[in-house]
């Protein structure tokens, strides 16, 4: 076999994020049902037209499992720099594929602590929802499946690059001072999924969004508040080092009206609706043309 394709989901930043850990960040990633597709086969170095990001996780690949030529496809409906999963969309996609050519496929513990080799990852590598150190690459707690949730999701054209938001060591200081309020946010998210409780899943995302506008604040923050107001939204998500935001809805019907409410008072971007979903990497094997 030297033809496969990887997918892995995006994300609408996360549920919680922030100093959970008593040596440090965590997060678990808001995963929703938008994917992205890596095509990887072997043959001539194919690597030249990729994101950066992309090309440093080919890199990586070669060298950690021994391959020759490798040429890549990447197919990512997402614009970057939002926190939508994007850059772990095509890292992950292609340390997993190059993984698979190589006869050594990869479980998802050593699939994330590879992509946190490139860059701060997301964990959408697992197939349930976790808390993962995204900074040391490694598994935290792996948590059930989120209760059936809908998202009126906002996609500024505005952009945040995740490695200049790391730099900001004020912004770090302040996420550091909060940390009391972030554990407090974990344990909501933990006790609500263990009781698929939407409404107490949705506090604790609110929560953490709420720390997150005081540490940097979004010029949609009002409006996504009239939102979930006016449309009986359970709760508000952020990407907490990327541009996007969303309300919450226990169906599709809500975040449809909230979406027609936001384009009636919005246009500085793109607005989406989509369901949440637990992750998970989807390898499929290609045949070789005839």
């Known amino acids: 076999m030297n033809r496969v394709a990887c997918s892995l989901p995006g994300t609408v930043g996360e549920w919680v994020q922030g100093w959970i850990l008593p040596e440090g960040e965590a997060l678990v990633s808001l995963v929703v049902q938008w994917r992205g597709q ?123 690059d995740t490695e200049a938001y790391r730099k900001d060591r004020a912004v770090m200081n302040a996420v550091r001072s909060r940390s009391a309020r972030h554990v407090k946010a974990y344990r909501i998210l933990k006790d609500g999924l263990l009781a698929g409780d939407a409404r107490k899943v949705a506090a604790a995302a609110t929560l953490s969004a709420i720390l997150q506008q005081a540490v940097m604040p979004r010029e949609e923050w009002p409006l996504l508040l009239g939102a979930c107001r006016e449309c009986r939204g359970l709760g508000i998500a952020v990407a907490h080092s990327g541009t996007a935001s969303a309300v919450l809805f226990p169906d599709a019907a809500g975040a449809e009206s909230a979406a027609r409410w936001f384009r009636s008072r919005w246009d500085l971007g793109e607005i989406a609706c989509v369901p949440v979903s637990g992750g998970g990497v989807e390898v499929q094997e290609e045949p070789d043309p005839a």
């Open 38 to 160: 890596v095509r990887l086969r072997s043959g001539p170095d194919g690597a030249a037209k990729l994101p950066p990001k992309a090309y440093r996780a080919l890199r990586l690949a070669r060298e950690r499992f021994s391959l020759g030529g490798v040429r890549v496809e990447v197919d990512n409906p997402l614009r970057p720099a939002l926190g939508l999963g994007t850059s772990t969309m095509d890292v992950g996609g292609i340390l997993a594929g190059a993984a698979v050519l190589a006869g050594q496929p990869l479980i998802p513990e050593d699939l994330f602590r590879l992509c946190c080799e490139i860059e701060p990852s997301d964990g959408t590598m697992f197939p349930r929802l976790a808390l993962v150190d995204h900074l040391k690459g490694t598994l935290v707690e792996t948590l059930p499946d989120p209760p059936d949730l809908h998202l009126a999701v906002l996609l500024p054209f505005r952009t945040l």
